[in-house]
């Protein structure tokens, strides 16, 4: 007999007022059961106030093969950082 | 195109860009990280045995919470460690099957018994302090998910090695007979935790490949002079020896010398023939199959719920 828990990936916002953060995974037989997992493996000493949990199929990423063409639209367009432009020094407080 | 692809990975590790689960990797690689991360997570989980076995005895209310904290911990070791090796592509009940029938090894430290309170301290400060050794260096390990889940460890193990040096020094200080029961917890702690760092470097012909792909950053000999080099002195602190009459400090080395380490002892322990090892095999399978219904009655229960949401 061969039936293992799903796997959940488990996000969590270590202080109010920070983005959830992927922390790791683990499994567990449901939503409910995969918070109360990811409060006692990932938060024993206090690393949390708010935790995410998602089961692991749902999550879809990019394929780290095609990444250099995937950003590639991004690569040459330096003027969207503000060092691209040369101002005088006294401009002040841009 | 194979070799190619097999630069490419290379280059990246000697540039110390971190591998990911979904990146190409050669498949010597994947095996190799396999089986040194779920041997780790087997040894955390193993490793709750020894200890466990002294929650209900410890002596005070403190020493019990403290106790409990740290095996709890082990058990999130366990779990990091496993979960990291999933993302490999092995499942977590493969992982329990190579463990309970006897195919998968667990750290051979595990294997002794603990037979009084002390050994609660001489775990904390050797074994724990041997693990931290070898696992420091683990945390910029070439595999992201191996190097995060050995981060979040090592920052857990520092307070295990504490209360366990904590432990030696009150018994030290204690009367005739505790200071006897920390020395001889010594004696018998020592020569196994030494020989946790593995086999000689000329006796473990994988090492130089996994120094090439940075899943180990130290030799084993390195590691174990280094651990000796620390111990030697702490154990002065506690006013306790070391059972090593050949422990000397090797003013050219700028290290300790040590006498030989019985390689017969720990081949056996390896090879299922220490102490525990049956009795800990043992209590893992119990432990897996008394818990089955539990597994199976939460996976009913977590299908039962999504029907009923159907429904509604
Ligand atoms: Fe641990
Ligand atoms: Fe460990
Ligand atoms: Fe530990």
Sequence with gaps: MNKEWPLWEIFIRSRQGLDHKHVGSLHAADAQMAIENARDVYTRRMEGVSIWVVESKHIHASNPTEAGELYDPANDKAYRHPTFYDLPDEVKHM | MEKNLEDIFQDKIDREIRIEPKDWMPEKYRQTLIRQISQHAHSEIVGMLPEGNWITRAPSLRRKS????????????????????????????????????????????????????????AIGWLVDGAAIMNQVPLCRASFGPYARAMVRVCKEESFHQRQGFEILLTLSRGNEAQKNMAQDALNRWWWPSIMMFGPTDDESPNTIQSMRWKIKRFTNDELRQKFVDICADQVKILGLTLPDKDLTWNETRGHYDFGPINWDEFWQVVSGNGPCNRDRLNARKKAWEDGAWVREAASAYAEKKKSEQKVA
């Design chain 2, 66 to 121: 403290i106790l409990l904290a740290k095996v709890q911990d082990e058990a999130g070791h366990g779990l990091y460690l496993y979960s990291a090796a999933e993302t490999l592509g092995i499942t977590r009940d493969e992982m329990y099957e190579q463990l309970h029938s006897g195919r998968a090894k667990y750290s051979s430290i595990f294997n002794y018994p603990t037979l009084s309170w002390a050994d609660m301290g």
